[in-house]
T-cell receptor, first 108, second 114 residues
Framework: GQSLEQPSEVTAVEGAIVQINCTYQ??????LSWYQQHDGGAPTFLSY????GLEETGRFSSFLSRSDSYGYLLLQELQMKDSASYFC?????????FGTGTRLQVFP | DTGVSQDPRHKITKRGQNVTFRCDPI?????LYWYRQTLGQGPEFLTY????????KSRLLSDRFSAERPKGSFSTLEIQRTEQGDSAMYLC????????????FGPGTRLLVL
């Protein structure tokens, strides 16, 4: 079977740093992607880790440890517009297997 | 790059009716994916195409669901004999070949089965 676990909800204040963890168990694994989805919107790609280590894209960074079946998304200098759901997704051959998502609420 | 488009954006139907959704991917993308998303859940993979070939279909997908991509461009997803449990957001995404980790999603079609 395949499963991904993320915290259901995280809250933080503007300007803070937040880390969203993801652990996975899958039968096939090519890498870990992260997507953002605002209420009523479509998922949008944020970051991908195909290899162990840290990937940095502006205020967002993502980390992967294959040996621990673990990854995280780090959001820095939080802004109100970052309030959204964040999904980790295992890239399995060419399809994505999504977690249940973490709802991030940013407060002023 | 005009993005992925889906039509219709909303569909209300009665149980037992057939519905068809359309997805137009980003023009240079040869991979096209269909997902279903219910409230509070992540997108659930349904099927995907490379050009006109359907390469994989979820084992969880009922025989009432069928998808086509006849000319390797747009795709249609048909649900026959709809059930209330089919109510969900149906998302389409596209990517370049070998770029399955980076998918571009359309706005989705929200289906409500009464």
């Amino acid at each position: 079977g395949q499963s991904l676990e993320q915290p259901s909800e995280v809250t933080a204040v503007e300007g803070a740093i937040v880390q969203i963890n993801c652990t996975y168990q899958t039968s096939g694994f090519y890498g870990l992607s992260w997507y953002q989805q605002h209420d009523g919107g479509a998922p949008t790609f944020l970051s991908y880790n195909g290899l162990d280590g840290l990937e940095e894209t502006g205020r967002f960074s993502s980390f992967l440890s294959r040996s621990d079946s673990y990854g995280y998304l780090l959001l820095q200098e939080l802004q109100m517009k970052d309030s959204a759901s964040y999904f980790c997704a295992v890239c399995n051959t060419d399809k994505l297997i999504f977690g249940t998502g973490t709802r991030l609420q940013v407060f002023p | 790059d005009t993005g992925v488009s889906q039509d219709p954006r909303h569909k209300i139907t009665k149980r037992g009716q057939n519905v068809t959704f359309r997805c137009d991917p980003i023009s240079e993308h040869n991979r096209l994916y269909w997902y279903r998303q219910t409230l509070g859940q992540g997108p659930e993979f349904l099927t995907y195409f490379q050009n006109e070939a359907q390469l994989e279909k979820s084992r969880l997908l009922s025989d009432r669901f069928s998808a086509e991509r006849p000319k390797g461009s747009f795709s249609t997803l048909e649900i026959q004999r709809t059930e209330q449990g089919d109510s969900a957001m149906y998302l389409c995404a596209s990517s370049r070949k070998g770029g399955g980790e980076t998918q571009y999603f359309g706005p989705g079609t929200r289906l409500l089965v009464l």
